[in-house]
């Protein structure tokens, strides 16, 4: 009884929801995506027995009779899937038996299975099996066998099918679907970012944390994500970077209490740090990837130029100036632009960055051996030095000095007893609170003071020089090499001497802010480098030698080092106007600049006050010879420095008479010597300038007026008139990338003159004069050619004739015969 009680107060499970058609359900097009997803996820729920659960769930608790009925049930499903494996054998064959209900019962044979064809042994088993009686344990462990086998016929025999049906329509019906799915997600994490960005943008502070977020999407393999992402973060941090550097609080500082806002802000601090540390990391990585190279570098040379004063630029530095010299013609404008930004705007950081970029790329130099591009070291000339640091603090301060003395002054003549107590006090009050706030200017202005500045400054021109100085001294030790070891060496990727021009240009730009001592040192060197042939007289070639321009390069910084010290240096230049007048020989156009031959020109010939006569007049033969072998730019720029020289010399103007004798010979060496290596032994007095006749027929009007008006120079005008036009305005308005000149054709000037000659400007030209003009020129060209066919039949009849006469000239023998023949026999008959 009480068993029974049990069993009837059994508590029954919780009702079931009631149930809804499939039909009815309706799914939305977000949740069919997730499901499409994450199908990997869901295969739990093929693997659920629902019977079980279903057993669990039902209203009613069962009682014996239902059990009896479910075992009676299961039975008879059994029965029936072994009749549907069995073969009904034909009734003729094999009689049948009748049972005692009265039915007949044909005898059958069972249906051999797939698995026991494939394998022997089982069918073995199968066979003792059913020679012998089974225990009911070994029934259970059969039919849970039969189970398996079934299961795993129906989930191999679907993907066989599946696997047949397929076709090339499937296939391409797949790949699309899988574009529209790569678009879709690129759509979707494209807003997803633009959403992130707009949040920060609007509310820094409570969504610091979606900035994980933005770089963990910097994750994805397809690369116009990751571009996406890396410069939507770059727009953030530029927009939300405050103006200090963030100091992370000490473990001291921590323990301290402090209010919520102080809590906030320090959490705001530190998770932007760590994510602006995350995000430079991961610019570091991509930077040595050819796919994201440019985009790194980008956004590394933004950041370092919109925020020089925040934390970790010391590795945006040195990972700018590491790419300066990248063969990447793209990254390495980038650099370059970038660094001369922080040296032109030194207020963002206070003069620090200039300080380190100077060593970073002087350490550069030293390790590559002078090999990089000429890029590299062209950003110097955006240095920027300040010759009057601290002048007006020093100025201010001497005032306050003689304030400070005409007020005791002042009070030893009242004879004033004592000061107020109270008015001391409150002054040394105010002076400590403008000492505090100018301290707290400076440190948030990064203006640091005169002293640092000088200090700062000193180490940025050491550092320049020593970079200027270490370049120079390796162009002298390869040229001076032997050239037996540079015939075997690579001249690098940039050419011999890649930093040679850029050095040369600033050690123009800085030799007021050179020491005097080390100025001898350096006109020594570009003596030598001058001075160094770039055709070698030996048998063997050195590919190391200096260009024309190079050459050229080192005559013009040493006049600007004695123009800037004219006061202090008594140094000859006599070497470098050798160099001037042979290097004028040598200029090819093509190869060399002429825009440094022109400064060169202007330089060391139209600026020199004090030149020699002979010198003077041997460059002026030599620029004349020179204006007939190029340009229309070297040429203009050759004559307005001849025109000058002349001016400038009345002597020369001798040059410009037609004597009988070859010119006025005034000067020591009778006869001209055009090849000679100094102006002074050329002997140009003893010439004349007719090139200049030559040059008033050059094709351009403006040349040809030029030489025009220098032939027709007075020798015996004293006052002159110099010319407002330099060679380098010459050059730059002659030359071929400037000019815009054509030359007008003969029909066209023929036209203009029959115009003129009607009297109607815009007449036109009739067809009766172009056919006489023709007519008129055949019958020239027929007389010339008559002229020389005549003179070539001259010249035939008069060689056949010369010919013919030294044949018959007669020898000695003969002329002897022939005065003994009147001798003859005959002639004594007649006596």
């Known amino acids: 009884m009480g068993k029974n009680c049990r069993k009837d107060k059994a508590i029954p499970p919780p009702q079931l929801p009631p149930e809804v058609r499939e039909e009815e359900i309706e799914f939305s097009d977000e949740d069919v995506k997730y499901v499409e997803e994450n199908k990997d996820y869901a295969r739990f729920v093929s693997r659920i027995d629902t019977t079980a659960i279903n057993r669990q769930c039902v209203g009613e608790a069962k009682t014996v009779e239902d059990k009896y009925e479910e075992e009676r049930s299961k039975k008879k499903v059994q029965q029936e899937e072994k009749e549907s494996n069995e073969i009904q054998v034909d009734p003729v064959d094999v009689l049948p038996v009748k049972t005692l209900d009265g039915k007949l019962h044909f005898r059958t044979v069972t249906k051999k299975s797939k698995l026991a064809e494939a394998d022997p042994e089982e069918a073995e088993e199968d066979v003792l099996e059913d020679e012998h009686i089974l225990n009911k344990s070994q029934r259970r462990a059969k039919a849970k066998k039969s189970k398996k086998e079934a299961k795993k016929q129906e989930t191999e025999v679907p993907e066989e099918i599946i696997q047949e049906e397929e076709t090339p329509q499937a296939a391409v019906l797949a790949e699309v679907k899988?574009?529209?799915s790569a678009e879709e997600s690129f759509e979707n994490k494209k807003n997803r970012l633009a959403e992130l960005g707009m949040l920060l943008l609007s509310d820094p502070e409570a969504n610091i944390r979606s900035l994980k977020e933005m770089l963990d999407i910097s994750k994805d393999e397809n690369a116009k994500i990751v571009k996406?992402?890396?410069?939507?973060?770059?727009?953030?941090?530029?927009?939300?970077?405050?103006?200090?550097?963030?100091r992370l609080p000490t473990d001291k500082e921590l323990e301290m209490k402090v209010s919520k806002e102080v809590k906030k802000t320090r959490f705001y601090e530190s998770t932007l740090l760590k994510a602006y540390k995350s995000y430079l990391q991961k610019l570091m990585a991509f930077e040595r990837q050819s796919v994201y190279n440019q985009v790194a570098n980008r956004c590394i040379c933004t950041l370092l130029d919109a925020k020089p004063h925040f934390n970790f630029r010391d590795n945006l530095l040195t990972a700018v100036v590491r790419n300066i010299s990248s063969p990447d013609e793209v990254v390495r404008r980038l650099c370059c632009s970038t660094i001369r930004s922080l040296f032109s705007n030194e207020g963002k950081h206070g003069g620090e960055l200039t300080v380190q970029a100077v060593r970073l790329i002087a350490d550069q130099v030293k390790s590559q051996n002078c090999q990089l591009h000429p890029n590299s070291i062209e950003v110097f000339m955006s240095i920027r030095f300040d010759e009057d640091i601290g002048k007006r603090d020093r100025e201010e301060a001497n005032k306050k000095?003689?304030?400070?003395?005409?007020?005791?002054?002042?009070?030893?003549?009242?004879?004033?007893?004592?000061e107020n107590e109270r008015k001391k006090s409150k002054r040394e009050m105010m002076s400590k609170i403008r000492d505090e706030v100018n301290a707290d200017y400076r440190g948030v202005t990064f203006e640091p003071d005169a002293m640092e500045r000088r200090k700062m400054q000193t180490e940025t021109l050491s550092a320049v020089f020593e970079t200027y100085f270490r370049i120079l001294r390796k162009t002298m030790f390869s040229v001076g090499e032997s050239t037996e070891e540079d015939t075997t060496l690579n001249p690098g990727a940039f050419g011999p001497h890649p930093l040679l021009a850029p050095c040369l240009d600033g050690l123009g730009k800085f030799t007021q802010q050179l020491d005097l001592d080390y100025i001898g040192d350096l006109m020594n060197y570009l003596k030598k480098l001058a001075s160094s042939s770039s055709v070698s007289t030996t048998k063997k070639k050195n590919s190391k030698l200096l260009t024309v321009s190079e050459r050229l390069r080192c005559c013009l910084v040493a006049f600007k080092v004695m123009r800037s010290n004219l006061n202090a240096l008594n140094v000859d230049l006599q070497d470098f106007f050798v160099q001037l007048y042979n290097l004028l020989l040598e200029y090819r156009p093509g190869r060399d600049s002429g825009e440094v031959l022109a400064e060169s020109l202007k330089i060391m010939l139209c600026d020199d006050r004090h030149q020699d006569m002979q010198k003077a007049a041997a460059f002026v033969k030599r620029l004349a010879t020179f204006a007939l072998c190029f340009g229309c730019a070297e040429s203009m720029s050759a004559l307005v420095t001849l025109k000058n020289l002349l001016q400038r010399n009345v002597k020369c103007r001798n040059l410009l008479e037609n004597d009988a004798g070859g010119g006025s010979v005034s000067g020591s060496i009778a006869k001209y010597q055009p090849y000679a290596t100094d102006p002074n032994l050329s002997g140009a007095f003893a010439s004349v300038l007719w090139e200049l006749n030559l040059l008033t027929k050059h094709y351009h009007p403006a040349?040809?007026?030029?030489?025009g008006t220098i032939s027709n120079m007075n020798t015996s005008q004293n006052q002159t008139f110099l010319s407002a036009v330099t060679p380098q305005q010459a050059f730059a308005d002659y030359s071929l990338l400037k000019e815009s000149f054509e030359p007008k054709s003969e029909s066209r000037k023929l036209n203009n003159k029959r115009k003129r000659e009607s009297g109607g400007e815009g007449e036109d030209v009739p067809e009766t004069d172009m056919v006489e003009l023709?007519?008129?020129?055949?019958?020239?060209?027929?007389?010339?050619?008559?002229?020389?066919?005549?003179?070539?039949?001259?010249m035939e009849f008069e060689k056949k004739k010369q010919s013919n006469m030294a044949k018959k000239k007669p020898t000695k023998k003969q002329s002897n015969v022939e005065k003994k023949k009147p001798k003859s026999p005959k002639s004594k008959k007649k006596f």
Do not use: W
């Open 703 to 707: 040349i040809s007026t030029m030489a």
């Open 178 to 180: 899988e574009e529209l």
């Open 401 to 418: 000095k003689f304030k400070k003395n005409d007020k005791r002054n002042n009070q030893e003549e009242q004879n004033q007893a004592q």
């Open 774 to 794: 023709k007519k008129k020129l055949k019958e020239n060209f027929t007389i010339l050619r008559g002229i020389k066919v005549d003179e070539r039949v001259r």
């Open 228 to 246: 996406l992402c890396l410069l939507s973060v770059l727009a953030v941090f530029k927009d939300i970077i405050p103006g200090y550097r963030i």
